[in-house]
């Protein structure tokens, strides 16, 4: 579906047509009252609350007949054409579909938006179900094709956002001049509000000791130096293997906060989509055999906009500390005096056990787990392949795809059996998630049929035979050959 373009149109002054005078076009109306928009209704009767607005002053209404069939209608189309052409917004709120389909036709034409309720081929703009906190407004839409959704979505943010929020807001904007005059760096003035609402402020307001949260703003806007030139910092960043569910509280925080965000390639869009919409996003993609971005050019970039004053998050898919080369951006961030933290994410090989149904540990089939990289030669001749042959535990190994002939060729040599089952996990946690369960043996061949590609995690022992039993999330295929005799001894 297209994507709708959200937008908050100040209508002080300008001309809003609602044509209908029935129960539907009232509650349309009540939303528009306290937007000073000169507001219009064409109706043959209106209902008792328009009147009394219209008593008010808070709308016009002639009543017209809207008949716009025959030959009298022709004169009803030339005046519905003059009105449409004056407006800046027409409602269309009637029980007849020729003229709700003239109505959106015309303003189509005038290039005036046109709403018509509760008919989505015809309507050009939709109404938001808002939540209103003071100045703070929430609008949620379902682009017209579930409004009740749109409905449940803002009963649950009423109760995140409770009726201090409005005199927080209201604080804000208070005093929005002099923290402009006061911070004129605008990264260093958002850092500053996020320090500012993750502080004392927001309990004073919620308390309802106004006077000590005006007091404490003061305060904090006293011992900001204008002149100071903002620091700036790295925040290594776990992005976990894909699903943007399983971000750390921390995590989604620090990408709502970036000024730069620094991001692998395995990184999933869901999960930038989480970001700051107006961060710099720069991809230093790597692959196996395929380095468009070197860890020197890497290392390049993160002091090159820390030097900036930037807040520049490192987003790592899985967790920055296992197989992320995590510690050696710190050690440089170090050796340069840039202040840095970290924030972990979920490991591919947690996630993508768990949603395979595999579970890493197990007290009659695994007692331990170890994790390896086998993305090139160097990393496979540098591994202890006797202990890794072993049973009883569990191998995920990273970035392995590439090299499975040669991984199951040094596991069988050093007398893992061939009927050791596996699960090549790719696209973890994913929508687009396969599992393909099989046994050593025949491990190559088998990732080949299925034409397994990065990014994918292999299981390898006995605890990959629970796959079948256990699996709940995407696609599965294949089944190693010991897997009966392992569910009936676990059962």
């Given at each position: 579906m297209q994507r709708l373009y959200p937008l908050f149109a100040d209508l002080r002054d300008r001309r809003v047509l609602v044509v209908g005078g029935g129960a539907v076009a009232e509650r349309k109306l009540a939303a528009l009252l306290d937007t000073g928009a000169d507001i219009l209704v064409l109706a043959d009767q209106v209902s008792p609350a328009m009147q009394q607005w219209q008593g008010k002053g808070q709308l016009a209404v002639q009543q017209v007949n809207l008949d716009i069939s025959g030959l009298t209608g022709l004169l009803n189309r030339w005046r519905l054409r003059r009105v449409v052409q004056q407006a800046w917004l027409v409602i269309a709120a009637t029980d007849d579909r020729n003229l709700n389909c003239y109505l959106a036709a015309l303003g189509k034409r005038l290039r005036v938006f046109t709403n018509v309720v509760d008919d989505l081929e015809l309507t050009q703009f939709h109404v938001p179900a808002v939540l209103q906190r003071g100045p703070l407004q929430a609008a949620i839409s379902s682009a017209g094709v579930a409004p009740v959704l749109a409905r449940r979505m803002r009963s649950q943010l009423e109760v995140l956002l409770d009726e201090s929020t409005a005199e927080l807001a209201g604080l804000l904007a208070r005093w929005r001049s002099p923290i402009k005059q006061r911070i004129t760096d605008v990264s260093r003035r958002r850092q500053w509000y996020d320090d500012l609402l993750d502080g004392e402020l927001p309990r004073l307001v919620k308390q309802r000791r106004l006077e000590a949260a005006e007091q404490y703003?003061?305060?904090?806007?006293?011992?900001?130096?204008?002149?100071?030139?903002?620091?700036g910092r790295v925040?290594?960043?776990?992005?976990?293997?894909?699903d943007p569910g399983l971000l750390t509280i921390q995590a989604l925080r620090e990408l709502q906060q970036a000024d730069v965000i620094v991001h692998d390639r395995l990184v999933s869009d869901e999960v930038l989509n989480l970001a700051r919409r107006d961060a710099e996003r720069i991809l230093v993609a790597k692959r196996a055999g395929h380095h468009e971005t070197t860890q020197d050019q890497i290392h390049t970039i993160l002091l090159r906009e820390a030097a900036a004053g930037k807040r520049v998050v490192r987003l790592k898919g899985g967790d920055p500390f296992v197989f992320g080369r995590g510690g050696e951006e710190l050690q440089l961030l170090r050796q340069h005096a840039v202040p840095y933290s970290v924030v972990p994410g979920i490991s591919a090989a947690m996630a993508c056990a768990a949603y395979a149904g595999i579970p890493l540990t197990h007290r009659d089939y695994?007692?331990?787990?170890?994790?390896?990289?086998a993305h090139c030669q160097r990393s496979m001749d540098q591994l202890d392949w006797p202990a890794l042959a072993q049973d009883s535990q569990t191998l995920a190994v990273y970035m392995g795809v590439g090299q499975l002939d040669l991984l199951r060729a040094r596991l069988l040599a050093c007398g893992r059996a061939a009927h050791t089952p596996f699960a090549l996990v790719e696209n973890g946690s994913r929508e687009n998630q396969r599992v393909i369960l099989g046994q050593l043996g025949e491990l190559p061949e088998t990732a080949r049929d299925a034409q397994v590609k990065s990014p994918a995690l292999l299981l390898l022992g006995e605890v990959a035979a629970l796959g079948r039993q256990l699996h709940w999330f995407g696609g599965l295929s294949g089944q190693p050959a010991q897997a009966a005799t392992v569910l009936r001894d676990v059962a």
């Open positions: 703003l003061a305060r904090a806007v006293e011992m900001t130096a204008s002149a100071q030139r903002p620091q925040i290594l960043v776990g992005a976990g293997p894909g695994a007692h331990s787990v170890r994790l390896v990289t």
